[in-house]
């Protein structure tokens, strides 16, 4: 993948500028002074450097001619306001391959982007969202799990799956599953937050006959079930310390006993345990043994809540849209822009699943064929605009600039306010640096 560095010393021009790239599938750091941007250039070894002209310390061509006389052959894009042109136009004959006024327009930069250093392949991007069709979304975030599950997928490390109610930790290690040597075999889930403490043991290693009350025959317990395939133990952190000890043993020494047997029997299986609790915590609380975190945590693989992907709101209703009309042999109907852009307001405490039900619920409650706002639940706008009426007006400004790329007509949009209204807020932080660096 093709590597690029932002050197600006508005650190908002670069996360944003960071953001719009990596949606392009490039690797993108940034720097906001200038020996940063030496030494990260050095490490590096970026294919293009897009530098502001005017940046304290040295300017973009004292900086341009440093990255010459260090052999550093990048090529070169350099932002500048329309008065220093003259310095841009000086830093392209010096070699520099391009220059942008401010504000920027991003789709002039993404195609000179191309031009220069030639579009990102996303064949391997499209080949991993192929293999796992069931995880939905496009975001960054869903992205970076699916790379994660990819790596993970072939090998018999244990892993640690951790995250929110709701937020798809079966889902994840169902996909490890079937992406592994193991696909064949069994793929076993244990909800230990369901099971009695008196029985756990017994249905997770099995009994013989007559061990206990209720033992009539013998059993095979959920290890032996899995045995060459892969186990859950879903919500793992719910168990007590002294089965903790017992599961300790299994995945130290591959074996294990059926309660009220002495026969040791061996196990080859692959242990993935799932928590939505802070597992860490509960270790320096003694609630959890050390010792079986670590063993548990070879591989570790935290799943966003949606509150963190909100961009993947759209494309997860169409989805729950489809599967529900399918399933129920309804027509299926659309949601509008509105509604979606509420709804992308709304934190989900109860994450995927919590969107999943309400998808169901607008299907069924909704008299048209488009959901509109008008559908949504009450307590669903209320806490919107609760939440919307929470931030401070600073924080509004921030919000809206940084999400229209500094565009004020469009910030003014967001806010529901005039742009006179906008340009009133902005005049009463104007001596505020997060404010002057988004309407520079």
């Known amino acids: 993948m093709k ?49 502001d ?23 070169f894009i350099f ?4 008065g220093s042109i003259p310095m841009a136009v000086k830093a392209m004959k010096l070699g520099a391959s391009e220059f942008l006024t401010k504000p920027l327009d991003y789709d002039e930069l993404k195609i000179k982007i191309r031009n220069l250093i030639g579009q ?15 995880i939905i979304g496009e975001s960054k975030a869903v992205y970076n799990l699916l790379e994660t599950i990819n790596m993970a997928a072939d090998y ?48 997770l290693f099995g009994h013989k006959k007559g061990s206990f009350t209720g033992a009539i025959k013998d059993k095979k317990g959920k290890f032996e079930l899995a045995d060459q395939g892969t186990i859950m133990l879903d919500e793992i952190t719910e168990i007590s310390l002294d089965t903790q000890s017992k599961l300790l043993r299994v995945l130290q020494e591959k074996k294990f006993e059926r309660v009220g ?59 729950f849209i489809k599967k529900i009309s399918d399933r129920e042999g309804v027509a299926r109907k659309s949601i509008s822009d509105k509604a979606v852009d509420l709804l992308k307001k709304y934190n989900w405490p109860g994450n995927i699943r919590e969107l999943e039900n309400l998808t169901e619920r607008l299907i069924v409650t909704s008299k048209n064929k488009e959901i509109t706002v008008q559908d949504l639940p009450p307590e669903i706008i209320e806490k919107v605009n609760f939440d919307q009426n929470k931030l ?41 640096k997060e404010v002057a660096d988004l309407v520079e």
């Not at 932002?79 to 329309?82: E, P, Q, R």
């Not at 990102?120 to 080949?127: L, Q, Y």
């Open 261 to 319: 047997e002495n026969i040791s029997r061996d196990i080859d299986v692959r242990v993935i345990a799932t928590t939505n609790r802070d597992i860490k915590k509960m270790v320096r609380e003694n609630e959890f043994r050390s010792d079986l975190f670590y063993r548990l945590n070879v591989i570790p693989i935290n799943v966003p809540p949606l509150r963190e992907r909100k961009s993947d709101t759209k494309i997860l209703i169409d989805h």
């Open 120 to 134: 990102c392949k996303i064949d391997e991007k499209d080949e991993i969202r192929k293999k796992y069709k069931r």
């Open 392 to 432: 401070s007006e600073k924080e509004k400004i921030i919000n809206s600039l940084t999400k229209s790329s500094g565009n004020k007509t469009k910030a003014a949009q967001i806010l529901g306010i005039s742009r006179k209204t906008l340009y009133n807020w902005i005049k009463k932080y104007k001596d505020d």
């Open 156 to 203: 018999s490390s244990t892993v640690l799956i951790q995250g929110e109610s709701g937020s798809g930790k079966e889902l994840v290690a169902k996909a490890l599953h079937y992406q592994s040597q193991r696909r064949e075999n069994k793929f076993v889930a244990v909800n230990c937050a369901a099971l009695n403490h008196n029985i756990i043991e017994s249905e």
């Open 79 to 82: 932002m500048t306001a329309y």
């Open 53 to 75: 002209i005017r940046m304290p310390k040295m300017s973009g061509i004292e900086f341009y001619e440093t990255m010459l006389k260090k052999n550093i052959k990048s090529k």
């Open 3 to 51: 590597k690029i560095l932002i050197v600006d010393d508005k650190e908002n021009i670069s996360k944003v500028l960071k953001a719009i790239l990596e949606a392009e599938n490039y690797i993108v750091d940034y720097a906001n002074d200038v020996d940063e941007a030496i030494r990260k250039a050095k490490s590096l070894n970026a294919d293009l450097i897009i530098s």
